[in-house]
């Protein structure tokens, strides 16, 4: 496949210039996908912007290192009085008063002040945007340069109880982008048949992840004092039980802590539902040998020396976790969610699938995961082969031909055009 960046340096053309936005960094895996991304393209001769929404302690404690340096970053409301009430909505400490605030009193102000301040970075001289969690279009709506959105999580799920969610989705289809992006061949099958009259903008592209990176990653030590003494199960994700079940899990640890297993559970991760999570294993008599170790920068290390990772998700997009299992070549036990599972574990040959919410059949594959020898040396062979097409080149290859089509299709003046 021909590379159009490649294309252009050659013929002594600048670079294209993709500005990305995202409304705030947190600890989880779409911000880790994005850094990929943008770290992946850089490599290959982008100019790249991004614009966040919201600052936040993850983007200078962890992220705004781990991006490439040449990485123009601009934080659209950087102000206390437009920020601070959304970080407590987030953590769910937002009073009564707060609510009133931030979703009554400054949605009128901070839109039109969000949407002047980007249109101001836009003009710097952009060629394409890219909505990474499909937040911009509805401070910006239509812009005068492509803009691509990407789409996280199932569709499918939109069709059952979340009918709005679906009708927005489709109006910023029809209206606001040039592509949308789906993450696995599943997710883009749904969409098209939920929104068929705009398949022709859905397109597939799968999350990015170094590989070389990770692995390195990967051998690095644990620090002794968070170090479980003897083997365990780890289990990496944010504690939020409305989509990643982490209930499901413990219910499954105990079960096989009753049958006598060896491993403790080691669950990576911090947020809301922490401490019903911590009440759930005391009551489950299991508090002993399940650790909460909390974020951690570098979950790799903590994938790679386990004995196997397992994953309860209700529902996903495409999780990075599970492609970094693979990539530390650890054995994965995971949920047959929609949606990203599947697709990643290659219908269960590179990783055991197990139905979502059964605790019974968790435990079941979590066991053989674990003590069937030549089950696990099938599933690591396997899986050491397919996530070679999850890698940096591949995926942005694809991005690069797709920012290049949607460029000829508005007709975005190269250099060389605009200078004749």
Known sequence: MADPTKALAAQGERKPRVL???????????????????????????????????????????????????VKL?????????????????????????????????PPVRKPLMNRRFRQVLAQGYDVVVDYDMSLSRITGPLPVPMMGYQHFSVAHLERGH??????????????????????DSMLNDARALIPDVADKLVRLYNTIDLDSIRARANAPLDPS??????????VGRLEESQKDFTTLLHAYAQLAKEGIDEDLVLVGDGASRQQLEALAASLGIADRVTFAGFQSNPHAWIRKSRLLAFSSKMEGLPNVLLEGLA?????????????PREILDDGRAGLLVPVGDAAQLAAAIRRGLQDAALRESLLAHAATHIEQMGFRPTAQAFSVLADRLMRRAGVPTVAAATA
């Open 226 to 235: 968070a170090q479980p003494a003897g083997p365990y199960i780890v289990s």
């Open 328 to 340: 530390v070549g650890q054995v994965v036990v995971s949920t047959d969610c929609p949606t990203g």
């Open 20 to 70: 990305f936005h995202v409304t705030h960094f947190l600890h989880g895996g779409i911000e880790t996908s994005l850094v990929s991304l943008i770290t992946a393209l850089d490599r290959e001769g982008f100019e790249i912007g991004l614009t966040v929404t919201y600052p936040s302690e993850a983007l200078e404690t962890h992220f705004r290192a781990r991006l490439p340096a040449g």
């Open 163 to 184: 009918r709005r969610k679906l009708r927005k989705l489709r109006h910023q289809c029809r209206t606001d982008y040039a592509a949308v992006v789906m993450l696995t």
């Open 74 to 106: 601009q934080v659209l409301a950087p102000e206390r009085w437009l920020s601070h009430c959304r970080q407590l909505k987030k953590a769910r400490k937002l009073g009564p008063l707060g609510k009133i605030y931030e979703e009554v009193l400054l």
